[in-house]
């Protein structure tokens, strides 16, 4: 038995769509087959992780050049990166920029999500595809676009940097969101309206404490979208706000040093941890449901 | 009173996204792409004066055709190869019984969240003259000296295959995920071979999928900057990085918003074949 605490949770009904899926009946798949099958997508995952999975190699290694498999063991690459006020600066202000756009699209993920699944009956389909809208456009294009809204209005670049990445983060945090409401039973909300709660407290108190687990999901992902942006940053960075992709970029185009795999390893294990802290809370299935 | 009280709560929880997507996203991307007809100023950005110039520079000179042309190139082929690689993977996700299906979910998912930087990175890493493809192809003695892969097209489509791929996977996964695995067994039942079943009910019935996938890598391969900027160099320009100078070198709004919208335009002919192709299978 699984004491999984998201497995307890109230009406969680995507769980059950995996649970019967599994236990459905499958094709009978042949040895043969299946051996083959097997090989096949083996093969497909050791191509989807080999180059991640090379970057954490050559972040110990101990020369200047690239080289696989590494020469020896070292951190020195982990120093360099620490030492870095370029690189450790823009370490933090993806942290921040990360953070403020994740709260940003969670809250507003939040109340979309609500509204389209509470109040837009006969056109929720429509409604639940133009949330999807920043994920059918280009990224390149929002971002230039908004370079030219800054040159048009009057905005802080900061503020259409942050705007830029709530917008990318959205369609993930309204369909996260959206999940976890479908799980929620209508009928309690329509109860304590019945006995006077007002509808803003029947959010706080009903609707929000149920969905928790899901909003915090969302909150995490969101994060995580933002903090790989490379698109969305490349034109609205600036002086003194670089992003962390933005500043390997950069760094990039004239060297590339292990100390970029020094960075990136430690941005795969954040990713990963997070990811992992998402799967327990919700399975992240739910959020990828674009 | 009541439905007075709901309406105006409706609005308050739909009126940000609006907001934020009017202002934010649609004026903007509008007024951008407008631009295409107007006439280059280097001092105002554009001037006021309708043209057809910057179309008829794209179409028409040699420089901008090989570029439109090798990224619909390389666009086609990633969205092809991502099919033929990501099809098994979903259908395998899709229908296999294994308890590790979560963690194996997890593993293309996984890629996907450490941005396109790190796997681009990843693969600087596995295609330089040092890198381990070289030092295997020539362990294997398919080699004699390391291969120059780096700054071909090969490497920018590879990279950009690992990278889009899992965009295709989850369009997939869910059109398969969501058949009847009964609809399958009928079809053998009745006496269909494996591949006959394949070829006439699961492949027509995850159309939407393949679409759906499609559509999103090619446009995303088309609109991307980094990867073939770092992978391709100088030899390998496509659309994107062609954006990119246009807007911060060039300062060429007017021709980088023709470039875009040739970008835009491809997306929607392949949404329109979707659409124009849904509606014939219906009649």
């Given at each position: 038995?699984?004491?999984?605490a998201?497995?307890?949770?109230?009406?969680?009904d995507?769980?059950?769509y995996?649970?019967?899926?599994?236990?459905?009946?499958?094709?009978?798949?042949?040895?043969?087959?299946?051996?083959?099958?097997?090989?096949?997508?083996?093969?497909?995952?050791?191509?989807?992780?080999?180059?991640?999975?090379?970057?954490?190699?050559?972040?110990?290694?101990?020369?200047?050049?690239?080289t696989?498999?590494?020469?020896?063991?070292?951190?020195?690459?982990?120093?360099?990166?620490?030492e870095?006020?370029?690189?450790t600066?823009?370490?933090q202000?993806s942290?921040?920029?990360?953070l403020?756009?994740?709260?940003?699209?969670?809250v507003?993920?939040?109340?979309?999500?609500?509204?389209?699944?509470?109040?837009?009956?006969k056109?929720?389909?429509?409604?639940?595809?133009?949330?999807?809208?920043?994920?059918?456009?280009?990224?390149?294009?929002?971002?230039?676009?908004?370079?030219?809204?800054?040159?048009?209005?009057?905005?802080?670049?900061?503020?259409?940097?942050?705007?830029?990445?709530?917008?990318?983060?959205?369609?993930?945090?309204?369909?996260?969101?959206?999940?976890?409401?479908?799980?929620?039973?209508?009928?309690?909300?329509l109860?304590?309206?019945?006995l006077?709660?007002s509808?803003?407290?029947?959010?706080v108190e009903?609707?929000?404490?149920?969905i928790?687990?899901?909003?915090?999901?969302?909150l995490?992902?969101a994060?995580?979208?933002?903090?790989?942006?490379?698109?969305?940053?490349l034109?609205?960075s600036?002086?003194?706000?670089?992003?962390?992709?933005?500043?390997?970029f950069?760094?990039?185009?004239?060297?590339s040093?292990p100390?970029?795999?020094a960075?990136?390893?430690?941005?795969?294990?954040?990713?990963?941890?997070?990811?992992?802290?998402?799967?327990?809370?919700?399975?992240?299935?739910?959020?990828?449901?674009? | 009173?009541?439905?007075?009280?709901?309406?105006?709560?409706?609005?308050?929880?739909?009126g940000?996204?609006?907001?934020?997507?009017?202002?934010?996203?649609?004026a903007?991307?509008?007024?951008?792409?407008?631009?295409?007809?107007?006439?280059?100023?280097?001092?105002?950005?554009?001037?006021?004066?309708?043209?057809?110039?910057?179309?008829?520079?794209?179409l028409?000179?040699?420089?901008?055709?090989?570029?439109?042309?090798?990224?619909l190139?390389?666009?086609?082929?990633?969205?092809?190869?991502?099919?033929?690689?990501?099809?098994?993977?979903?259908y395998?996700?899709?229908?296999t019984?294994?308890?590790?299906?979560?963690?194996?979910m997890?593993?293309?998912?996984?890629?996907?969240?450490?941005?396109?930087?790190?796997?681009?990175?990843?693969?600087?890493?596995?295609?330089?003259?040092?890198g381990a493809v070289?030092?295997?192809?020539?362990t294997?003695?398919?080699?004699?000296?390391?291969?120059?892969?780096?700054g071909?097209?090969?490497?920018?489509?590879l990279?950009?295959?690992?990278i889009l791929?899992?965009?295709?996977?989850?369009p997939?996964?869910?059109?398969?995920?969501?058949?009847?695995p009964?609809?399958?067994?009928?079809?053998?039942?009745?006496?269909?071979?494996?591949v006959?079943?394949?070829?006439?009910v699961?492949?027509?019935m995850?159309?939407?999928?393949?679409?759906?996938?499609?559509?999103?890598?090619?446009?995303?391969?088309?609109?991307?900057?980094v990867?073939?900027?770092?992978?391709g160099g100088?030899?390998?320009?496509?659309?994107?990085?062609q954006?990119?100078?246009?807007?911060?070198?060039?300062?060429?709004?007017?021709?980088?918003?023709?470039?875009?919208?040739?970008?835009?335009?491809?997306?929607?002919?392949?949404?329109?074949?979707?659409?124009?192709?849904?509606r014939?299978?219906?009649?």
């Amino acid at each position: 038995m699984r004491s999984n605490a998201s497995e307890t949770m109230p009406g969680d009904d995507r769980r059950g769509y995996t649970k019967g899926t599994i236990s459905q009946p499958t094709m009978e798949f042949g040895y043969l087959r299946r051996v083959s099958m097997g090989i096949l997508v083996t093969a497909i995952y050791v191509f989807l992780l080999s180059p991640i999975i090379i970057v954490v190699f050559t972040s110990f290694n101990p020369t200047t050049a690239n080289t696989f498999p590494p020469s020896g063991f070292s951190l020195r690459w982990y120093g360099a990166f620490f030492e870095s006020s370029g690189f450790t600066s823009a370490f933090q202000f993806s942290l921040w920029l990360g953070l403020i756009a994740a709260v940003a699209a969670t809250v507003i993920g939040f109340f979309t999500a609500y509204g389209i699944t509470r109040f837009l009956t006969k056109k929720r389909e429509l409604g639940q595809s133009l949330a999807m809208l920043p994920v059918m456009i280009p990224h390149i294009l929002i971002s230039i676009s908004l370079l030219l809204l800054l040159t048009v209005l009057p905005i802080p670049e900061m503020t259409a940097l942050i705007v830029g990445h709530t917008i990318i983060c959205l369609p993930f945090t309204i369909a996260g969101i959206t999940a976890s409401l479908e799980g929620v039973d209508k009928q309690l909300e329509l109860a304590a309206l019945t006995l006077g709660a007002s509808r803003f407290r029947v959010l706080v108190e009903i609707v929000i404490p149920l969905i928790a687990p899901g909003m915090l999901s969302a909150l995490i992902f969101a994060f995580i979208i933002s903090f790989g942006d490379v698109y969305i940053a490349l034109f609205l960075s600036g002086p003194g706000m670089t992003t962390l992709p933005i500043e390997i970029f950069s760094y990039m185009q004239w060297e590339s040093t292990p100390v970029i795999a020094a960075i990136t390893t430690l941005q795969i294990l954040m990713i990963v941890v997070l990811g992992l802290v998402i799967e327990r809370l919700v399975g992240l299935r739910k959020i990828m449901r674009v | 009173m009541r439905t007075g009280g709901e309406k105006a709560f409706s609005r308050i929880m739909l009126g940000p996204i609006t907001i934020l997507y009017v202002l934010f996203l649609l004026a903007p991307i509008s007024f951008f792409l407008l631009m295409s007809l107007f006439k280059y100023d280097a001092f105002n950005m554009y001037a006021p004066v309708v043209t057809g110039e910057n179309f008829a520079r794209l179409l028409f000179d040699g420089y901008y055709q090989t570029i439109i042309l090798r990224t619909l190139k390389i666009a086609f082929l990633t969205a092809f190869f991502s099919l033929v690689l990501g099809y098994p993977l979903a259908y395998f996700l899709a229908r296999t019984k294994s308890a590790w299906r979560g963690v194996l979910m997890f593993l293309v998912i996984a890629p996907l969240m450490t941005g396109v930087i790190v796997r681009t990175y990843g693969w600087i890493v596995l295609l330089g003259r040092e890198g381990a493809v070289n030092k295997v192809l020539m362990t294997l003695g398919f080699l004699s000296e390391p291969a120059t892969i780096l700054g071909t097209e090969l490497a920018v489509l590879l990279a950009l295959v690992h990278i889009l791929m899992p965009y295709m996977v989850f369009p997939l996964f869910s059109s398969l995920a969501s058949q009847d695995p009964d609809v399958e067994r009928a079809a053998s039942t009745l006496g269909a071979g494996r591949v006959r079943t394949f070829i006439e009910v699961t492949l027509p019935m995850s159309r939407s999928g393949i679409i759906m996938g499609a559509a999103l890598v090619f446009t995303l391969t088309a609109g991307s900057v980094v990867t073939p900027a770092l992978l391709g160099g100088k030899d390998v320009q496509m659309i994107g990085q062609q954006i990119y100078e246009l807007v911060t070198s060039t300062l060429n709004w007017p021709l980088a918003s023709a470039t875009a919208f040739v970008l835009v335009f491809c997306q929607f002919s392949i949404i329109f074949l979707y659409f124009r192709g849904g509606r014939s299978r219906a009649q």
